[in-house]
């Protein structure tokens, strides 16, 4: 059993993940100006963490810790460290398709940054929506399978009530309503099952 996302634009014909083209700098600009950019914010870290009580700070360095795991994954590492990386805003200018695959035992480890990719093509999308008077062209489909158990998509009511008239289509797929409650509250939830514009009911396995 495999754990799957798929978010795609509309008219781009959806047959390959799109790839982000290469910053045309110098392969060494590039290196100059990427250790330049996590030196600074490496800088803001410590100082912040330097001036948070010890308590306070501790939980901070946790929740981060247990947030960034997965980029110490080898696999994650080598993925994200090519010239050819995945540009989300390329993908929403070309209409392409993003999969978005884990195995169930992995879901929760590949939590986070899935999360964090959804997270940023949304903002993306909204964005370049305002940008084109309203609506984004092409259209977005989000489509979500077991959405309560590999993502955690902050204002996710907001997105499934007000994106349609935006340009980006949600379709959620979950086992029951708990399920749903149980990952992002009892408001959304309630929020989602009554803004949606149509319910597929399907029964269990048992």
């Known amino acids: 059993v495999r754990r799957r996302c798929a978010v795609g634009g509309h008219g ?3 047959r390959g993940a799109v790839r982000g083209r290469g910053n045309r700098l110098p392969r060494e600009a590039q290196a ?4 330049e950019r996590e030196s600074t914010a490496a800088g803001g870290w410590r100082t912040a963490c330097g001036q948070t009580p010890e308590k306070e700070a501790g939980s901070i360095v946790s929740a ?9 994954d080898d696999r994650i590492a080598r993925a ?37 990719l959804l997270q940023t093509v949304l903002r993306l999308a909204t964005a370049r929506a ?4 309203g609506v984004l062209k092409p259209r977005l489909l989000l489509a979500l399978d077991e959405v309560a158990n590999f993502a955690r998509i902050p204002r996710l009511s907001s997105y499934v009530s007000t994106g349609p008239g935006q340009g980006i289509q949600t379709l959620l797929c979950f086992h029951d309503l708990a399920q749903l409650a149980h990952g992002s509250g ?14 597929l ?3 269990g396995q048992a």
Request: aromatic share 6%; hydrophobic share 45%.
């Open 130 to 133: 305002r940008a084109q008077g």
């Open 64 to 72: 981060a810790r247990s947030a960034l795991s997965l980029c110490l």
């Open 12 to 14: 781009g014909g959806g």
């Open 80 to 116: 994200t460290a090519a010239s050819d990386s995945f540009e989300p805003a390329e993908l929403l200018t070309a209409g392409g398709t993003l999969y978005l695959v884990a195995p169930a035992e992995e879901a929760e480890r590949c939590r986070p940054l899935f999360s964090a």
């Open 32 to 35: 100059g100006r990427a250790a």
């Open 201 to 203: 009911l399907l029964h």
């Open 186 to 199: 009892h408001d959304v939830a309630s929020t989602v099952w009554t803004t949606v514009r149509a319910l």
